[in-house]
């Protein structure tokens, strides 16, 4: 999809992505904090702040990595902000809650970005402004990696494998001994996403289910402006 290294265009997908993982991490904190856990805001995590919330290898490495690879998806992550679930008021319910606030922002997000470029798109004058037509491009393209980054973030967490988000949700749904059987792979969590990721299996389970949240969130329109750009 990207065909050389574009410096330009890398600083507005890491900007996207350090916003977008920032905007998941506060997220887990702050309903963590409404619901009786006031650990990550001791922390100081409950913030907007990126480099609070930085993981050189998942905010940094890994996006060039990938970029440098060609990879059609640019994604990464960001330090978990801490939690004490035995603080939770509800322990089962509410580690659901807090795992999948997470993803939930990150949807609202796109959503939002995605509203944002489909009103920008019929705004047909200011593209042939131009004094205007530049930055309204420029503008369009932050919008469009937003929500094509917060979409990659949500169902990349929604892979029920730990420490991912998903693997949360579904061991307070699995009974007391399956959920101990999911919690024993943690430790070979990182390695098998990692071997997912180089397979290429990641890669299609993400256009699965990203493709159709691109087309409802920027429109049929706005999703062929996107990839116009990306394929330049």
Same mark, same amino acid.
């Given at each position: 999809?990207?065909?050389?290294?574009?410096?330009?265009?890398?600083?507005?997908?890491?900007?996207?992505?350090?916003?977008?993982?920032?905007?998941?991490?506060?997220?887990? /904190? !702050?309903?963590?904090?409404?619901? /009786?856990?006031?650990?990550?805001?001791?922390?100081?995590?409950? #913030?907007?702040?990126?480099?609070?919330?930085?993981? @050189?290898?998942?905010?940094? +490495? =890994?996006? &060039?990595?990938?970029? $440098?690879?060609?990879? @059609?998806?640019?994604?990464?992550?960001?330090?978990?902000? @801490?939690?004490?679930?035995?603080?939770?008021?509800?322990?089962?319910?509410? #580690?659901?809650?807090?795992?999948?606030?997470?993803? #939930?922002?990150?949807?609202?997000?796109?959503?939002?970005? /995605?509203? *944002?470029?489909?009103?920008?798109?019929?705004?047909?004058?200011? !593209?042939?402004?131009?004094? =205007?037509?530049?930055?309204?491009?420029?503008?369009?393209?932050? =919008?469009?990696?937003?929500?094509?980054?917060?979409?990659?973030?949500?169902?990349?967490?929604?892979?029920?494998?730990?420490?991912?988000?998903?693997?949360?949700?579904?061991?307070? +749904?699995? @009974?007391?001994?399956?959920?101990?059987?999911?919690?024993?792979?943690?430790?070979?969590?990182? +390695?098998? &996403?990692?071997?997912?990721?180089? *397979?290429?299996?990641?890669?299609?389970?993400? !256009?699965?289910?990203?493709?159709?949240?691109?087309? *409802?969130?920027? /429109?049929?329109?706005? +999703?062929?402006?996107? $990839?116009?750009?990306?394929?330049?």
């Amino acid at each position: 999809m990207f065909q050389g290294f574009d410096l330009n265009r890398f600083v507005i997908q890491i900007a996207a992505l350090l916003f977008a993982v920032t905007i998941h991490e506060v997220a887990h /904190g !702050w309903v963590a904090c409404r619901l /009786g856990d006031p650990t990550a805001k001791r922390a100081g995590r409950l #913030t907007l702040n990126p480099i609070k919330h930085l993981d @050189p290898m998942g905010s940094i +490495l =890994l996006p &060039l990595m990938l970029s $440098f690879m060609k990879s @059609p998806f640019i994604f990464g992550y960001a330090k978990p902000v @801490p939690v004490n679930f035995r603080n939770l008021q509800n322990y089962r319910r509410d #580690t659901i809650l807090v795992a999948s606030a997470g993803v #939930t922002a990150n949807l609202v997000c796109a959503l939002l970005c /995605g509203m *944002t470029s489909q009103i920008l798109l019929a705004l047909r004058f200011l !593209w042939v402004n131009p004094l =205007l037509a530049g930055i309204v491009s420029d503008f369009f393209l932050i =919008l469009g990696y937003s929500v094509f980054i917060n979409a990659i973030l949500a169902v990349f967490n929604l892979i029920p494998i730990p420490p991912l988000d998903g693997s949360h949700v579904l061991s307070m +749904l699995l @009974p007391p001994r399956h959920a101990r059987q999911l919690a024993r792979i943690e430790r070979f969590g990182m +390695l098998i &996403l990692i071997f997912l990721l180089f *397979t290429g299996v990641i890669n299609s389970i993400l !256009w699965f289910f990203v493709n159709p949240l691109l087309r *409802t969130f920027l /429109g049929k329109d706005g +999703l062929l402006v996107f $990839f116009r750009y990306l394929m330049q």
